[in-house]
């Protein structure tokens, strides 16, 4: 049986580069889309005939594979992880701070200053909707288990004591993503509602997260087999995108749904050595603090909640000027230092920083400084 592993530390240094990672890729991510989503690019720039680009589509795709459910996992992790340290009532105030606010004046800002659609339309912040309803269900999914884990709980613990057992994770993420993700995308509610199918996709892999920190020996492990989930996730990728064209050419045929069949098994597959890579990747190089890494991590939140805006208006600007390659390299440099900038001057020290990712300096430390002299 896999043993639980008691949180000794507050801080994981690699997970935490790797959500920030995450979160930043959402500027590559959105950048791309307006050369793979001719509909959106028209919506966006009022252009018709906008450029298109197979290489951006692959990056895109790449990207949009594995890193939704990185942060799920790791959102799961980091709850189990303040759970243990501080309680589940601090776990609820605090994410109705972090989450909770930038959620609801996030949204606001974007279809009431912005005029992007109606007041109950959470855009790119459905991740954060989704987030809200997993601390809910895991909450109380808790409260009901608090006597005892029971033998579920111990079965799973066994999945995470060996790489070779973490494959049995697949008979959950199979149909968990057939559901989520049917046709190779995540099928969301971006309004406030009822979530979407791929709700069960995240929160497959937020229960992940959540077994991983009963489990923190699993991170070396993965760590030691990088090497080969990276070569294994190559490999599948390339064949997952081969098999989904083949699909998309063959449609309406009977080869062309064999092949949809086989990327419904491929694609969670995919998805979970991408994710368990990365993990592996990260844990091993960045085992210590670092101050630039740290910097990033403490604004990536702030870019993922502010990019969205820079990114279309850089966008239809650049996108009739240069050739796809380029307009996309310039929006995403653009775009992250008006990113960088307004969280250091606007967010880091204030108190929309504090509500963000704590304190980082600044009135309060200097109030508590002067209480201290004093």
């Not at 920030?20 to 889309?33: D, K, N, S, T």
């Not at 609820?92 to 972090?98: A, H, P, T, V």
């Not at 912005?114 to 007041?119: D, K």
């Not at 990019?307 to 850089?314: G, K």
């Amino acid at each position: 049986m896999g043993s639980i592993t008691k949180p000794t530390t507050t801080r994981y240094h690699g997970l935490d580069a790797l959500r920030a990672f995450a979160m930043i890729m959402g500027v590559v991510l959105h950048a791309a889309l307006l050369y793979v989503d001719p509909d959106l690019a028209y919506a966006i720039t009022d252009k018709k005939d906008t450029p298109t680009s197979e290489t951006l589509g692959v990056i895109f795709f790449f990207i949009h594979t594995w890193r939704m459910p990185v942060f799920f996992l790791l959102a799961g992790f980091f709850t189990r992880l303040m759970i243990e340290t501080r309680g589940t009532i601090n776990l609820l105030k605090n994410r109705s701070i972090r989450i909770g606010i930038p959620l609801i004046v996030g949204s606001l800002t974007y279809n009431l200053l912005f005029g992007y659609g109606s007041v109950l339309q959470t855009h790119h912040l459905w991740f954060l909707y989704d987030l809200v309803w997993m601390y809910l269900i895991i909450c109380f999914i808790k409260y009901l288990c608090r006597y005892r884990s029971g033998i579920i709980t111990q079965k799973f613990d066994r999945v995470f004591s060996s790489y070779g057992n973490m494959w049995y994770l697949m008979i959950l993420l199979i149909p968990a993503t057939t559901v989520g993700r049917p046709f190779f995308f995540n099928w969301i509610n971006s309004d406030i509602g009822i979530p979407g199918p791929f709700f069960i996709t995240g929160f497959s892999y937020f229960l992940i997260g959540w077994f991983m920190n009963r489990n923190t020996e699993i991170l070396s492990i993965l760590s030691n087999n990088y090497r080969r989930s990276l070569i294994l996730a190559g490999v599948t990728f390339v064949f997952f995108i081969t098999v989904i064209s083949l699909a998309d050419a063959n449609k309406d045929t009977e080869e062309g749904g064999l092949y949809y069949l086989i990327g419904l098994v491929l694609s969670p597959t995919t998805t979970f050595l991408l994710v368990i890579t990365f993990i592996g990747l990260a844990d091993r190089l960045f085992k210590t603090s670092n101050a630039i890494i740290n910097y990033f991590v403490d604004a990536s939140y702030w870019i993922y909640l502010f990019h969205l805006v820079v990114v279309f208006a850089t966008g239809s600007f650049v996108i009739s000027v240069f050739e796809p390659i380029l307009a996309v390299s310039i929006n995403i440099v653009i775009t992250t230092l008006i990113c960088i900038c307004t969280y250091h001057v606007l967010v880091r020290y204030t108190p929309i920083g504090w509500t963000l990712h704590g304190n980082k300096g600044g009135l309060i430390n200097l109030i508590k400084k002067r209480s201290e002299n004093e």
